[in-house]
C-alpha cells in the first residue's frame, strides 16, 4: 500500500487563489520531505527540503515566498502554492524517506495544479 | 558531477522483447541506485535498487546491472508487456542524501 499520501490530487482555481497541498508518510516518521515539480515530458525537479520543526532548503531559483513549506509534525510537509498564476500550473510531487543507506524516497500520487 | 545521464529518451519494444535503458554518473560517492517507474497523472514508484557493491540484483522480470568501474548501471526488463509502458528514472544518491534523478525513459511496449 501507499506509504506516502498526497492531497488534492488535482486543483483547478482562478489565479490570485493560494493553493495548499498536503502530503503525510502514512507508516514512518519523516523528518525530511521533498518537494518536486514536475513539467509534461520532463523529470523531476527538486524545489525544496521539508525539514520538521526548522526552515525549509529551497533550491536555487525557487522563490520561497512563493512557495511557502511547513513541516510541522512528523507526518505531515504542506507546500502553499501561494497568489498562483497560470505559469504556477504544474505537477507537484511530495516524497518522504531516502535517509540512510538504502532507503528510498518513496513519492506521494502528485496533484495536477491548472490556474486558469 | 551531480548529474545522472539516462538513455535512450524514449524505448519502443515489442511485446515479449526485452527493454533496456542505461544511466550514468560521476559522482563516487553515490551508493545507492534506484529504479522509479512513472504511469501518467501518477507519482514515481520505487521498481527495484541496487547498491554498488553487487554487480547485479534480479526481482522478477526487472534486472539491474552495475559496473562501478564503468560508473554505469543499466535496467533490464525481460519478458517486456504493454503493461510495462511508463516512464523509467534512474536515481542516485549518497546516504540518503543529494537525490539525484535522471531525465527519464518513456517505454511503449507494443501489443
Known sequence: GAVVSQHPSR??????????????????QAT?????????KQSLMLMATSNEGSKATYEQ???????????????????TV????PEDSSFYICSAGGQGADQPQHFGDGTRLSIL | QQQVKQS????????????????AYENT????????QQFPGKGPALLIAIRPDVSEKKEGR?????????KQFSLHIMDSQPGDSATYFCAASNY??????GPGTRLSVLP
Not at chain 1, 501561494?82 to 498564476?85: F, L, N
Open chain 1, 11 to 28: 486543483v483547478i482555481c482562478k489565479s490570485g487563489t493560494s493553493v495548499k497541498i498536503e502530503c503525510r508518510s502514512l507508516d514512518f
Open chain 1, 32 to 40: 525530511t520531505m521533498f518537494w518536486y515539480r514536475q513539467f509534461p
Open chain 1, 82 to 85: 501561494t497568489s498562483a498564476h
Open chain 2, 96 to 101: 540518503g542524501q543529494n537525490f539525484v534523478f
Open chain 1, 61 to 79: 531559483g525557487v522563490e520561497k515566498d512563493k512557495f511557502l513549506i511547513n513541516h510541522a509534525s512528523l507526518t505531515l510537509s504542506t507546500l
Open chain 2, 29 to 36: 560517492a553515490f551508493d545507492y541506485f534506484p529504479w522509479y
Open chain 2, 62 to 70: 526487472f534486472t539491474i546491472s552495475f559496473n562501478k568501474s564503468a
Open chain 2, 8 to 23: 535512450p529518451q524514449s524505448l519502443i519494444v515489442q511485446k515479449g522483447g526485452i527493454s533496456i535503458i542505461n544511466c
